[in-house]
């Protein structure tokens, strides 16, 4: 016997619950009723799912920015893919997220290993990134770099998404967010016409 309710002219009112754990082999629940009157019952089964982890990322992006040189920045983006096979031999999109009042020098990417160098094989201008077409993927660490200049200043520029994924299975794929670093609030005008951070800029 695993429980029983008891209904009185006290309590005929209020819905009462009885708990019962499903045995792990499973069973019949028989209910019994005694007295007299009309009894409602009604029988519920809860279950919980199993938690599903996330599937891992593909590819593994990681994104840096120099701002030394402001008003020229550079970017290095970087992907590890987390599988080894032949996949990584197709062709591959990279997309480097750009901040809204800045414009991609193009002639300035390259890979940061000399010998990667053949994989770039078609630099584009998107609407908000640079679009670099590579032969393939190589089983080691692959950085690309870009140096970019600001063409007018832009009051807290949104984040920018740079990714990495197989052209022919755009779900094999890593991206990484990027903030920018300063406000406009944080750059000064210099007589040359130029800008520069002010001593009380701060990162974000």
Sequence with gaps: ELGELT???E???LLQTLYVEEPEKGGTLILNCTGSGTAVATVASRWHMPLVPPPQ????ATQTWDWTQSPKI???LCVNATEVDHRLD???MAKLGLFSGYEALVETVKTQEKHQS???KRVERGESSLEIYLDSLPRSE???SLELLRQHMVEDPAPVISEVYDYYDPARRGTVTSR???AVSDYVVTDAGGDRPTPEGHAE
Excluded: S
């Design 180 to 182: 920018h670093l300063q």
């Design 90 to 92: 197709g062709y591959h």
């Design 74 to 76: 550079t970017t290095t």
């Design 57 to 60: 990322p593909v590819f593994v």
């Design 7 to 9: 209904v009185t002219e």
């Design 142 to 144: 692959l950085c690309l």
């Design 11 to 13: 309590n005929f009112d």
């Design 118 to 120: 053949h994989l770039i």
